[in-house]
Each structure stands twice: as structure tokens, then as C-alpha cells.
Nanobody
Framework: QVQLVESGGGLVQAGGSLRLSCAASGRTFSRYVMGWFRQAPGKEREFVAG??????????NYADSVKGRFTISRDNAKNTVYLQMNSLKPEDTAVYYCAADTSRTGYASRGSMAYDYWGQGTQVTVSS
């Protein structure tokens, strides 16, 4: 069983920055593929960013809408994955979820069905 707890959400003006954190339980965190997803009101949950598990070079991937503005990273010593969000836009407003894919170690899937553990979500609101 893996528990994920997000933090760092809040209200920020357009152009501002936030850093989300996701603390994970589990002795083998470094092996998990980790992802960030978001869901805005009335919309489906969408992939934001992913980072590969251990086993060589770290691979990250991003949704086109956040590429160049958001950065995903992980600190395996702290069992934590981060999402640094810069140049925030009102359309980034959503509940952000951290997710773990414990069955893979490579490239992070963009599909939510690949992830078997989810956090409770943290609200990010960007005002114009």
C-alpha cells in the first residue's frame, strides 16, 4: 500500500509560481513512476507531468500546455516528488493530483489508468 500526500497548493496571481510536493510512503519509492495530473471543474482529469522510476537516466515528460513552464523532479531520499510551476495562467486552475505507477520503472504514462495510487489532491487557483 502506498500513501501519497500533496501539499503546496494555493491562490496565486497570473505570472506567479507555486511548488507542489507529494510525499509518498513505501520503501521502494525510487522505483515508482510518478505523475502529476489535474482536473478543472467540468473537465476530465488530464496528465500534467511524469518522471521515470529508478534504473538509469531520469526521464521526464510534460503535457504540451505546461512544457517550458512546469518542472517535475524527485528526491528519493525524501520519498518526495515535486512540481515547480512558473508563469502560471488562469487556465492552470485545477485540483492537482499526485499519482504513483508501481508496476513500471520507465517512461511515465500519460494515461491515468496506468497509475494505481493517488493522493487526495491540492487546489491551485490562478487569478487574472
Amino acid at each position: 500500500q502506498v500513501q501519497l500526500v500533496e501539499s503546496g497548493g494555493g491562490l496565486v496571481q497570473a505570472g506567479g509560481s507555486l511548488r507542489l510536493s507529494c510525499a509518498a510512503s513505501g520503501r521502494t519509492f525510487s522505483r515508482y513512476v510518478m505523475g502529476w495530473f489535474r482536473q478543472a471543474p467540468g473537465k476530465e482529469r488530464e496528465f500534467v507531468a511524469g518522471i521515470s522510476g529508478s534504473g538509469g537516466i531520469t526521464i521526464t515528460n510534460y503535457a504540451d500546455s505546461v512544457k517550458g513552464r512546469f518542472t517535475i523532479s524527485r528526491d528519493n531520499a525524501k520519498n518526495t516528488v515535486y512540481l515547480q510551476m512558473n508563469s502560471l495562467k488562469p487556465e492552470d486552475t485545477a485540483v492537482y493530483y499526485c499519482a504513483a505507477d508501481t508496476s513500471r520503472t520507465g517512461y511515465a504514462s500519460r494515461g491515468s489508468m496506468a497509475y494505481d495510487y493517488w493522493g487526495q489532491g491540492t487546489q491551485v487557483t490562478v487569478s487574472s
